[in-house]
Nanobody
Framework: QVQLVESGGGSVQAGGSLRLSCAASGFTYSSRCMGWFRQAPGKEREGVAAMYTSNVNTYVADSVKGRFTIYQDYAKNRLILQMNSLKPEDTAMYYC????????????????????????????WGQGTQVTVSS
């Protein structure tokens, strides 16, 4: 059974940092597209960052570029979202997502280019972790 469990959310002041972690289990294959999304009350869900696990390229949304970094912690088998210089507008529920579409023409690029994130086309989702940034 596939499971995604997020952790690391919390409350910080503007300018602070948080590191979100996503523990993935139950996948048959190690290669997959994984991403972070967020949704604030009354707003649409936004794809924040994504990467294909066997590829070094990453997607980061313009709204967080230069402040957020996505990477894999191979030692702990976790997907990390490092968030620096947080702003009140970053306040949202953050979700980890994964998709296991078989590698084929364009699948990897579809992930790290951000196209899959913009469609929200992920099969598996975590329960979310709340991030609150105060001014």
């Amino acid at each position: 059974q596939v499971q995604l469990v997020e952790s690391g959310g919390g409350s910080v002041q503007a300018g602070g940092s948080l590191r979100l972690s996503c523990a993935a289990s139950g996948f048959t294959y190690s290669s997959r597209c994984m991403g972070w999304f967020r949704q604030a009350p009354g707003k649409e869900r936004e794809g924040v960052a994504a990467m294909y696990t066997s590829n070094v390229n990453t997607y980061v949304a313009d709204s967080v570029k230069g402040r957020f970094t996505i990477y894999q912690d191979y030692a702990k088998n976790r997907l990390i979202l490092q968030m620096n210089s947080l702003k009140p507008e970053d306040t949202a529920m953050y979700y980890c997502a994964a998709d296991v579409t078989p590698v084929g023409s364009g699948v990897v690029r579809d992930c790290y280019s951000g196209s899959r994130s913009k469609r929200g086309d992920f099969a598996y989702w975590g329960q979310g972790t709340q991030v609150t940034v105060s001014s």
